[in-house]
C-alpha cells in the first residue's frame, strides 16, 4: 500500500526524509526528519491511501483533529502518546510494542505540528508509515531529543497517558519539560484517545467485520474436534495455528479452551487435561487482522448434559438474548448490564456471574466502553461491544457465550453469523 498524505497521490510522494535539524549534542545520532513531500498540513490535509488501485479516505488527519479538540478543552499545549493501539490510531504507524519495557516509538501532538519519536531500528518503518509525522530518532531514550521539541513546540503544559506511561519514561519527559520551563506541568490523563476511539467509522467498522468472520471460520472448523480425549492444549494450539495459515495477523488474545470443571473459571489457562464424556468445553477465542481484534465465545455442549448444565446454559443464552435486545445508542451501560444480570439473578445465580457483561473491541480486544454495574457510558451509534453472560459453578463447570455487536440509533447488529449454540 503506497500512501499519499500530501493531497498530491501516489506518485508525487516522495519516501525519501531529510534532515531538519539537530535535537541533542554533536554527534549522539538524534535528530529530526520529515518526509519530503510534507506540505501545509499533512496530517490534517484530505490524505488518501491508495490500495490495490482504489483510493480510500485516510482518516488520520480527521483523528488528529479531533484530539486537538479534546486537547484544546483540556488546556494543553501537547499530548505525549505511549500507548501502542492510540499511537497507531492517530498516526498510522503499525509497529508493537512487545513488551511493557520495551517501546517502538511516542508520538507528540502539539496544537500545530504532530511528532512521532522512535530510534533507529524502526526509522525506514516510520518514514513509510507515518510521512505527514516529523520524525525524531533518538538514541538512548526519548529524553535527549525531548528538550529541542518542547523548545520548538512552546510546550509548557502536556498531558500523558497515566494508565500506561511507565515511571522510568514519565522522569526522562518531566526533566525534559523542567529544562526547558522550570514552570512546566506534565499532568496525567485516562483514555483522552481512547474517547476517541470508542465510536468506530465505517472503515473500521469492516475490518472488525472480517476479523470476526475469520474467527468463527476457524471456531467452526475445529468444532468437531472438541470432543473426548482431545486436550484443551491442542484445541488452543489448533485455533493460532489455522487463524495464522488463513491470512490473521495472530490471535487477539491467548485462547481460552475450559473443559469440565475448569469451566468455572472465566479466565482458565489451557491445560494437558483431556475432555472427558459428558462434559461442556468452554472456548474464548479471537482473531486479529489487519491490526483490528474480534473476540467470541461458545460453550460447546455434551450430547447428553446434565441437567444442571443445561439449566444454566439456557439461563444464560436468555440473558444474551435479553441484554441485547436492550442495547441501542442513548441506553446507559449499566442498564444493559442490569438486565442481564437481573435475569441470572431471578434463576438464583447471581453470584456466580461476577464479570461485566462486556466491553468495546477494535485495536485492542478490551477497550472502552466496559458493560458492568459501575461506570456508565452512553451508548453511542457505531460502538461495538460483547454480550458476554456466564454462570460458573465451582467444582462443576460453567457457561459463557459472547457476540459481537455494533450499536445502531434502533438497537444493535448483531455481528456473529456463526450460530453454534446449544438447541436442545
Given at each position: ?31 529530526t ?15 488518501y ?23 484544546e478543552?483540556q ?8 500507548v ?8 498510522g ?38 510521512p ?45 519539560l523542567?529544562a ?76 481460552i479452551?475450559a ?9 482458565a ?20 487482522l489487519?491490526?483490528?481484534c ?11 448434559p ?28 449499566m ?55 456466564g454462570?460458573?459453578?465451582?467444582e ?24 453454534l449454540?446449544?438447541?436442545?
Open positions: 500500500m503506497l500512501r499519499a498524505r500530501c493531497g498530491s497521490g501516489p506518485a508525487e510522494c516522495r519516501e525519501t526524509a531529510k534532515p531538519q535539524s539537530r535535537t541533542s549534542g554533536e554527534g549522539s545520532g538524534d535528530e526528519r520529515e518526509c519530503a513531500c510534507r506540505g501545509e498540513d499533512t496530517a490534517g490535509a484530505a490524505v491511501d491508495y490500495m490495490e488501485g482504489e483510493m480510500v479516505r485516510n482518516p488520520f488527519g480527521d483523528r488528529l483533529s479531533r484530539l486537538r479538540g479534546l486537547m478543552e488546556e494543553l499545549d501537547a499530548f505525549f502518546v505511549s501502542p493501539e492510540n499511537r497507531y490510531y492517530v498516526s504507524y503499525e509497529a508493537e510494542d512487545h513488551h511493557s519495557t520495551e517501546t517502538s516509538g511516542y508520538v507528540l501532538v502539539t496544537a500545530s505540528d504532530q511528532y512521532l519519536l522512535t530510534d533507529f531500528r524502526y526509522e525506514e518503518e516510520a518514514k513509510r508509515e507515518s505527514g509525522f516529523r520524525l525524531v530518532i533518538y538514541s538512548q531514550g526519548p529524553g535527549a531529543v525531548l528538550r529541542d521539541v518542547f523548545t520548538e513546540a512552546g510546550c509548557r503544559r502536556i498531558g500523558f497517558e497515566g494508565h500506561h506511561l511507565v515511571f522510568k519514561t514519565f522522569r526522562e519527559v518531566e526533566e525534559a523542567k526547558v520551563s522550570p514552570s512546566g506541568v506534565l499532568e496525567p490523563f485516562e483514555n483522552l484517545v481512547e474517547q476517541l476511539r470508542v465510536v468506530k467509522d465505517a472503515f473500521e467498522v469492516e475490518r472488525i467485520r472480517t476479523s470476526l468472520a475469520l474467527a468463527e471460520r476457524v471456531l467452526e472448523d475445529i468444532w468437531e474436534t472438541i470432543r473426548p480425549g482431545v486436550k484443551e492444549k491442542e484445541i488452543a494450539w489448533e485455533i493460532e495455528r489455522l487463524i495464522r495459515e488463513r491470512g490473521g495477523d495472530g490471535i487477539s488474545f491467548p485462547s479452551v473443559a469440565g470443571a475448569n469451566g468455572a473459571l472465566p479466565h489457562v489451557p491445560t494437558d487435561r483431556e475432555i472427558e464424556g459428558g462434559e461442556a468445553v468452554t472456548v474464548d477465542m479471537g482473531a486479529k489487519d491490526r483490528y474480534s473476540d467470541i465465545t461458545r460453550t460447546k455442549m455434551p450430547d447428553n446434565h441437567p444442571r448444565l443445561l439449566e444454566i446454559y439456557r439461563i444464560v443464552r436468555e440473558a444474551q438474548l435479553a441484554a441485547q435486545d436492550a442495547v441501542r445508542a442513548g441506553m446507559n451501560s442498564a444493559v448490564d442490569a438486565v442481564a444480570r437481573d435475569l441470572i439473578s431471578g434463576a438464583g445465580y447471581g453470584d456466580r456471574f461476577g464479570h461485566g457483561l462486556g466491553h468495546g473491541v477494535g485495536l485492542a480486544v478490551h477497550e472502552p466502553p466496559g458493560l458492568r454495574k459501575s461506570n456508565g457510558t452512553v451508548l453511542k451509534e457505531n460502538m461495538i461491544v460483547t454480550i458476554e453472560p454462570v460458573y459453578l465451582p462443576f463447570g460453567g457457561v459463557r457465550l459472547e457476540n459481537m455487536v455494533r450499536v445502531t440509533g434502533s438497537g444493535c447488529e448483531v455481528l456473529n453469523t456463526a450460530d449454540f446449544y438447541k436442545r
